[in-house]
Structures are given as structure tokens and as C-alpha cells.
């Protein structure tokens, strides 16, 4: 039976891959991504902006919402210090199982929480399920149409404190244009654009970065 992109995904990360070094797992899915088959994984040229956005911060909270296959999960674990604690939502059940199994494969199951559902739901829960107190640096990739209804969410449960970082996939394609308007033009946000590529393609694409501004 026919296997799927993310499963074809994994085993080129099993193939390719050294158990542990979380390099070269983003460094075989980016050759999957390039040479065999596209997918949505934040890609290399945009990586490069989330890894130093990410090393700037120094996040000892993360959330990541949509994980897909774990190629992001995997950028951002691999710089959080030791201590730090990675969240990372994701609604699609076999998206989840395979980043599982990258996460796993670069060694970073300890640092990373993988949570299976809506994020609507899952985002009052934070504080009361995970003991988390706010969140130093958001990761937005997951549906483009809740980027806006979720961050206004996590404003709401007090999630977001004085300087907390949103980072923003997507701004331009597919295109969040409700989010952008929204952050770009609330006093309470202070945002930048990321010029950059959709991943693997010349498209154009973008990160915003937002600070909250309490
Ligand atoms: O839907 C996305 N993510 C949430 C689901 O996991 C997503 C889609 C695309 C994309 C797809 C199809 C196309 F033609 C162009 C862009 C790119 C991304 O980086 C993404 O994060
Ligand atoms: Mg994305």
C-alpha cells in the first residue's frame, strides 16, 4: 500500500541521518525536500531567520504551533538551553506520529512536549497541563486562519508578558492577511518583516517577527 509524503520523509531521515545530531536530521530533510519531494517544512533559507531570531532570545518557554513533520521543532530544540521547554501543537494525527520519530531520531525527545489537538483547545490549558507562566517566544506555522483567533487567544489567558516574541511563518504564502493587519497596526505589538523565500522555491515568502508590548 502506498505510503504517505511524511512517512517517505522519515525514512529518508533514518537513511540519511545520524542518530542524535539534530543537524543532520534538518540537513536530510532539506535534501528529501529539494531533490525529491517539496513539503511544507520552514526550509533552510527561513531557518536560518527562525535559528537566529531563537538564539537572540533565548527562550527558556517556547510554543510551536504546528509541528507537521518536526523540522522546526528540531531547529528550535537544538538551540534551547538545556533547562528550556519546548511545546509544540499539532491537530493532524499523522503528522504527529512521524514527528515523533524525527524528534526522536535527532535525540531530542526531552527538551520537546509534542501535544496532539486544536490548538483553540489546548491554549487555555497551558498554565493548569504544562505549569507554564507565559511564553518567551511563539512559533506560528500551523492553518493560516488561526494564526489571528489564536494569538488574540493567548493574549486572553495571559500567556504573552512584556517582550514576548511572536515569529510568524507564512506571511505572504499562503498568507496570513488578517494577522498581519491585526499585528502590524495594534499598539500593543512592535513588528518586522523577514524578507525570504517560500521554503525550496523562489516564491516569495516571509517571516513577521512581534514583540509584545504588554
Ligand atoms: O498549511 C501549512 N501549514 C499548516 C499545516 O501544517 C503550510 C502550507 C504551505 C504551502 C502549501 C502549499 C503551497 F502551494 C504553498 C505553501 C507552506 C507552509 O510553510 C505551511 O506552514
Ligand atoms: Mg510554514
Given at each position: 500500500?502506498?505510503?504517505?509524503?511524511?512517512?517517505?520523509?522519515?525514512?529518508?531521515?533514518?537513511?540519511?541521518?545520524?542518530?542524535?545530531?539534530?543537524?543532520?536530521?534538518?540537513?536530510?530533510?532539506?535534501?528529501?525536500?529539494?531533490?525529491?519531494?517539496?513539503?511544507?517544512?520552514?526550509?533552510?533559507?527561513?531557518?536560518?531567520?527562525?535559528?537566529?531570531?531563537?538564539?537572540?532570545?533565548?527562550?527558556?518557554?517556547?510554543?510551536?504551533?504546528?509541528?507537521?513533520?518536526?523540522?522546526?521543532?528540531?531547529?528550535?530544540?537544538?538551540?534551547?538551553p538545556s533547562n528550556a521547554k519546548l511545546i509544540t501543537l499539532e491537530f493532524n494525527?499523522?503528522?504527529?506520529?512521524?514527528?515523533?520519530?524525527?524528534?526522536?531520531?535527532?535525540?531530542?525527545?526531552?527538551?520537546?512536549?509534542?501535544?496532539?489537538?486544536?490548538?483553540?483547545?489546548?491554549?487555555?490549558?497551558?498554565?493548569?497541563?504544562?505549569?507554564?507562566?507565559?511564553?518567551?517566544?511563539?512559533?506560528?506555522?500551523?492553518?493560516?486562519?488561526?494564526?489571528?483567533?489564536?494569538?488574540?487567544?493567548?493574549?486572553?489567558?495571559?500567556?504573552?508578558?512584556?517582550?514576548?516574541?511572536?515569529?510568524?511563518?507564512?506571511?505572504?504564502?499562503?498568507?496570513?492577511?488578517?494577522?498581519?493587519?491585526?499585528?502590524?497596526?495594534?499598539?500593543?505589538?512592535?513588528?518586522?518583516?523577514?524578507?525570504?523565500?517560500?521554503?525550496?522555491?523562489?516564491?516569495?515568502?516571509?517571516?513577521?517577527?512581534?514583540?509584545?508590548?504588554?
Amino acid at each position: 500500500t502506498q505510503t504517505t509524503r511524511p512517512q517517505r520523509m522519515l525514512a529518508a531521515v533514518q537513511k540519511n541521518a545520524t542518530r542524535g545530531d539534530p543537524r543532520s536530521v534538518v540537513k536530510a530533510i532539506d535534501q528529501f525536500c529539494r531533490q525529491k519531494e517539496w513539503a511544507m517544512n520552514v526550509g533552510d533559507e527561513k531557518g536560518c531567520i527562525l535559528d537566529s531570531v531563537v538564539t537572540e532570545v533565548n527562550p527558556a518557554t517556547v510554543l510551536e504551533l504546528g509541528t507537521y513533520c518536526g523540522y522546526s521543532t528540531v531547529r528550535i530544540a537544538s538551540l534551547l538551553p538545556s533547562n528550556a521547554k519546548l511545546i509544540t501543537l499539532e491537530f493532524n494525527p499523522d503528522y504527529a506520529a512521524i514527528a515523533r520519530q524525527v524528534i526522536a531520531w535527532a535525540g531530542l525527545e526531552d527538551k520537546v512536549q509534542l501535544v496532539e489537538g486544536a490548538s483553540g483547545d489546548w491554549i487555555p490549558k497551558m498554565k493548569e497541563k504544562f505549569g507554564i507562566e507565559t511564553f518567551d517566544l511563539v512559533f506560528l506555522d500551523h492553518w493560516k486562519d488561526r494564526y489571528l483567533p489564536d494569538t488574540k487567544l493567548m493574549e486572553e489567558c495571559g500567556l504573552l508578558r512584556k517582550g514576548s516574541i511572536l515569529l510568524a511563518d507564512n506571511v505572504i504564502c499562503p498568507g496570513t492577511p488578517d494577522y498581519l493587519e491585526y499585528i502590524r497596526n495594534s499598539p500593543r505589538y512592535k513588528s518586522q518583516y523577514f524578507k525570504s523565500h517560500l521554503e525550496y522555491t523562489k516564491v516569495e515568502d516571509g517571516l513577521e517577527k512581534s514583540v509584545f508590548l504588554g
